[in-house]
């Protein structure tokens, strides 16, 4: 199953290696892993997506990543309420004469054109993984030349509803 | 005269401080007695401060940065304080590499300095330089690298806190050479620990207290699983208190041997793959498992199918990852063993009724002991650890290296008191056992330490004979040789079809001659008649001994659980 995992950590050097390395020796699989500054100065967030497979094996990787000295939190918010967005930039090959054919794709996305040149334009896209993925397939028929993905990051939402409502919330299973 | 008396001026005049004898100031304010270490390029100027600090510090000097970081672990292991170990960059370090890991999966607490090439030529491929943090990042419970003098006094301070809390575990502290040979501008500020990330929980749940004290209570067949954990915790005199109190059988880990007197009725023995089969069955049909401080290793629990398959299982630890990691838990009590041992016995709980349990379990003990058999062809390698049993009164340090010996070792020096036994459990390191006694005799100057070797183990770490003869400790040292790495002979016989590939050491050093080469004393012998003579002796001697035993080589370790199998499965128990 996937799940989304967050751990707050001290923003030092290593850290990165410290978290991947773990994962790799316990043979959990990372699908994506995107880290920056919060709001706090000296530390950061790391937003993982792995695959495990049964609740054991993620009981495991929280514990084994909040033993870790540098990690200073870690939560499974795979069922909570939460917003998650990824950004891919993707450089398509178009002449002049497609450009408005393929501004009619990516409008729908609220994409947008970030480059132009002679054979090729960028488009911006920023969303849920799947309407990232969405966008890409509709793209390939025109030739996809270079696809730059960030990896999904998240936040939980202001509110969160009751343990009941959780299910039509979940963003991926 | 009027030159001497110039120089003594020099030598008195304050010279500037640097990183290293700042480094070695924050030593002794830890409490830090010995270092065990071994110079090179990029330690240079932490062995200067070592010799102005003209003693006040004492440095051990071993022969291979192998032998001195397992004397490390076997002082650390007896005292339970933080063994310190220095060692240079690059190959130093690496040398460390098995010892470190060694410590990380027996959780044995080490503060370890190495040294690292200056901070302008890190990353350059210099002269000496390695990966230590990246190579030591998996294999220690944190590590640091120095990048300011001034962080110094910090990240000794919670280095030492981490490595001696919690579950205790290796940290290392990587110090480039121009850190430690710059000199100090000012004093720098008194270090303090911030470690937000860091908060190991000791005590227990009082509702998961009250769960498993209501489940002692209703068992019929309850048995407690005694670990290293109740060591690190201190807590023997409360383990042996709550198991008397309810009458509550005990097996112990490799590891917890010593944990819980092993004359007493309670006392069913070692449990796992060479445990007693009284240990062993207790663990199939309990009905009530309680884990005090250990992990469910591989080699405990067999089969995880046929493992405790009718128990309710509770787990006391202090690590919550160990907690469901190998074992579906039912009671998970996170807490320090002797935190959770006192609330337990506080619990005004009656206790259970399991006469009948406590009368089968009795009846294992008798029917199936622990046996071997006397052969007309030479001395078993059993009789020469009881001998030893013996002429100790059962109350030696024991350090063992890995194998055959470990395991008879294991089963027949049977210890009444905690924190006499050094062995090697998860890394399986061979080459452990004498520079762990050695590190054992440092700690415990007064006391017995023997160091049971291998013929194959001895020959990788005996270089350290250096050490007990320079220092004149009075290390024994009992070779079991049977001229084979005998577990791996073993396996090749039982599980390989008697295909004996390479485990046959067919050419060996004279031992006592290498022994008197070192000047320490050396006795060979072949048979139960010349064991008996020579151990008084060798134990009435105040120096180091090496007694090289020869025994039997088709000597096999029983009982055994092949991989595999069930805890039960046993094959080789007495008929």
Request: charged share 20%; with cysteine; glycine share 8%.
């Amino acid at each position: 199953m996937k799940r989304i995992i967050t751990a707050t950590v001290q923003d030092r050097s290593g850290v990165l290696n410290r978290v991947t390395g773990l994962l790799q020796r316990r043979q959990f699989n990372i699908e994506s892993i995107s880290v920056g500054p919060t709001e706090t100065e000296g530390i950061s967030k790391m937003t993982l997506v792995v695959e495990v497979e049964d609740e054991q094996r993620l009981e495991q990787v929280t514990k084994q990543l909040n033993k870790q000295i540098d990690v200073l939190k870690v939560s499974d918010i795979t069922d909570k309420a939460i917003v998650a967005r990824e950004l891919a930039l993707i450089k398509v090959a178009s002449s002049s004469q497609l450009r408005s054919e393929l501004n009619g794709i990516i409008d729908p996305f609220r994409a947008i054109v970030i480059d132009v040149s002679k054979e090729s334009l960028a488009v911006q896209i920023t969303g849920r993984p799947e309407k990232i993925d969405a966008l890409i397939e509709l793209l390939r028929p025109y030739g996809v030349k270079e696809i730059a993905r960030t990896g999904l990051t998240a936040l939980l939402r202001g509110h969160q509803p009751h343990v009941n409502e959780l299910a039509t919330y979940s963003l991926l299973k | 005269m009027k030159v001497e008396a110039k120089k003594l001026e020099f030598q008195t005049s304050i010279a500037p401080k640097t990183g290293a004898d700042l480094l070695i100031d924050l030593l002794k304010k830890e409490g830090v007695d010995t270092l065990f270490g071994y110079p090179g390029g990029a330690v240079l100027p932490i062995y200067d401060a070592i010799y102005r600090a003209q003693g006040s510090i004492k440095h051990v000097l071993f022969r291979h940065e192998q032998g001195l970081i397992h004397a490390a672990e076997g002082y650390a292991r007896i005292t339970g304080r933080p063994g310190v170990v220095i060692a240079t960059s690059g190959p130093g370090a690496t040398n460390l590499v098995t010892g470190i890991t060694d410590a990380m999966m027996d959780s044995l607490p080490l503060v370890v300095f190495t040294g690292q090439v200056a901070r302008s030529v890190i990353g350059t491929d210099a002269f000496q330089e390695a990966d230590v943090m990246a190579i030591t990042t998996p294999i220690t419970k944190h590590n640091y690298q120095v990048q300011s003098v001034s962080d110094l006094p910090r990240i000794v301070k919670e280095a030492f806190h981490i490595a001696s809390t919690g579950r205790p575990g290796p940290v290392l502290v990587d110090i480039p050479k121009d850190i430690s040979a710059g000199f100090l501008t000012e004093e720098p500020e008194e270090g303090s620990i911030h470690l937000p990330g860091y908060q190991p929980t000791t005590k227990p749940n009082p509702m998961q207290i009250k769960k498993l004290a209501e489940s002692v209570a209703k068992a019929k067949r309850p048995v407690i699983l005694a670990g290293a954990g109740v060591l690190h915790g201190k807590a023997s005199v409360e383990l042996t208190a709550f198991a008397e109190k309810h009458s509550l059988p005990v097996v112990t880990t490799l590891l917890g041997l010593g944990t819980f007197p092993a004359d007493s009725p309670l006392s069913l023995g070692m449990a796992g793959m060479h445990g007693t089969y009284a240990a062993n069955m207790a663990i199939y049909e309990c009905d009530l498992l309680i884990n005090i401080g250990a992990r469910f290793d591989d080699r405990l629990t067999g089969n995880l199918a046929h493992f405790a398959p009718h128990a309710k299982v509770a787990h006391i630890d202090i690590d919550p990852a160990e907690i469901g990691k190998n074992v579906a838990t039912h009671i998970p009590i996170v807490s320090d063993s002797k935190e959770a041992l006192n609330e337990l016995i506080d619990q005004a709980s009656e206790s259970p009724e399991h006469e009948a349990w406590l009368e089968t379990l009795k009846q294992y003990k008798q029917e199936y002991p622990l046996w071997y058999k006397h052969s007309p062809d030479g001395m078993c390698p059993q009789w020469v650890i009881e001998a030893v049993h013996k002429v100790t009164n059962g109350e030696a340090i024991v350090a063992t290296d890995v194998g055959q010996h470990q395991m008879w070792a294991a089963q027949y020096y049977t210890f009444k008191e905690p924190h006499r036994w050094i062995t090697s459990g998860g890394l399986g390191t061979m080459g452990f056992g004498f520079p762990a006694a050695i590190g054992a005799q440092i700690a415990a100057p007064d006391s017995t330490v023997v160091a049971i070797v291998g013929d194959g183990g001895f020959q990788m770490t005996l270089q350290e004979l250096s050490v007990i003869y320079e220092r004149n400790l009075p290390v024994k040292i009992i070779i079991v040789n049977n001229g084979a790495l005998g577990m791996v002979r073993q396996w090749q016989e039982l599980l390989h079809g008697n295909r004996i590939s390479e485990s046959i050491l067919h050419t060996q050093p004279d031992f006592v001659k290498l022994a008197e080469s070192y000047s320490i004393r050396g006795y060979k012998v072949a048979n139960q008649e010349e064991l008996i003579t020579v151990l008084p002796e060798v134990f009435a001697y105040d120096g180091p001994v090496l007694v090289d035993c020869r025994v039997l080589q088709q000597e096999k370790v029983y009982p055994m659980i092949a991989p595999g199998k069930g805890i039960h499965e046993m094959i080789g128990v007495k008929p």
